[in-house]
Antibody, heavy 120, light 110 residues
Framework: QLQLQESGPGLVKPSETLSLTCTVS??????????WGWIRQPPGKGLEWIGS???????YYNPSLKSRLTISLDTSKNQFSLKLSSVTAADTAVYYC????????????WGQGTLVTVSS | HSVLTQPPSASGTPGQRVTISCSGS????????VNWFQQLPGTAPKLLIY???QRPSGVPDRFSGSNSGTSASLAISGLQSEDEGDYHC???????????FGGGTKLTVL
């Protein structure tokens, strides 16, 4: 059974960089039929796609976040990571890592989510 | 402001059938398949429907999906109290080259 687990600081100061890691177990992030991504949910609001990364390292980013965003893979640790720079209070949200399946265009596995608060 | 449009709320009594709509455009629902997610209070979203109308293993057949043109719908029949939560539609957008979501619909079982 595939499992994803987010980890990282729960509190980040304004203007600093938010860094999160997703550890994947029960499957390989190098699988050609999968890709990996980050989705966030501000308190009381809907879901927002942040970006995705394929096993090749190719990335797709939400245009509204692209200038501040880096998503990367670490195949040796079966992990992928998110870095979002110059954060503000508007970046406060529950951050989810997730797996997508290419063939059926679906997001089939999600991490439990981690709350990141941006505050001084 | 979400790319896909969902009603903010829906409700029904136990045993009833409810539907939740999701409206998009030619670059998303009109050209790619729709997913629906169930998010129970305090939990992560869970895949409910993929490829417009397919249920993952373990999802009851009370849940069904359909779409037509640039709109999609989720139907829940035989409504149960444990169905109470938020429901989100999502689809890959060919113009954005990324996933787009609806704003979510809060389902209340009266």
């Amino acid at each position: 059974q595939l499992q994803l687990q987010e980890s990282g600081p729960g509190l980040v100061k304004p203007s600093e960089t938010l860094s999160l890691t997703c550890t994947v177990s029960g499957g390989s992030i190098s699988s050609a039929n999968s890709y990996w991504g980050w989705i966030r949910q501000p308190p009381g609001k809907g879901l927002e796609w942040i970006g995705s990364i394929f096993h090749s390292g190719s990335t797709y980013y939400n245009p509204s976040l692209k200038s501040r965003l880096t998503i990367s893979l670490d195949t040796s640790k079966n992990q992928f990571s998110l870095k979002l720079s110059s954060v503000t209070a508007a970046d406060t949200a529950v951050y989810y890592c997730a797996r997508s399946i290419v063939v059926i265009e679906s997001i089939d596995y999600w991490g439990q989510g981690t709350l990141v608060t941006v505050s001084s | 402001h979400s790319v896909l449009t969902q009603p903010p709320s829906a409700s029904g009594t136990p045993g009833q059938r409810v539907t939740i709509s999701c409206s998009g455009s030619s670059s998303n629902i009109g050209s790619d398949t729709v997913n629906w997610f169930q998010q129970l209070p305090g939990t992560a979203p869970k895949l409910l429907i993929y490829s417009n109308n397919q249920r993952p293993s373990g999802v009851p057949d009370r849940f069904s999906g359909s779409n037509s043109g640039t709109s999609a719908s989720l139907a829940i029949s035989g409504l149960q109290s444990e169905d109470e939560g938020d429901y989100h539609c999502a689809v890959w957008d060919d113009s954005l080259n990324g996933w787009v979501f609806g704003g979510g619909t809060k389902l209340t079982v009266l």
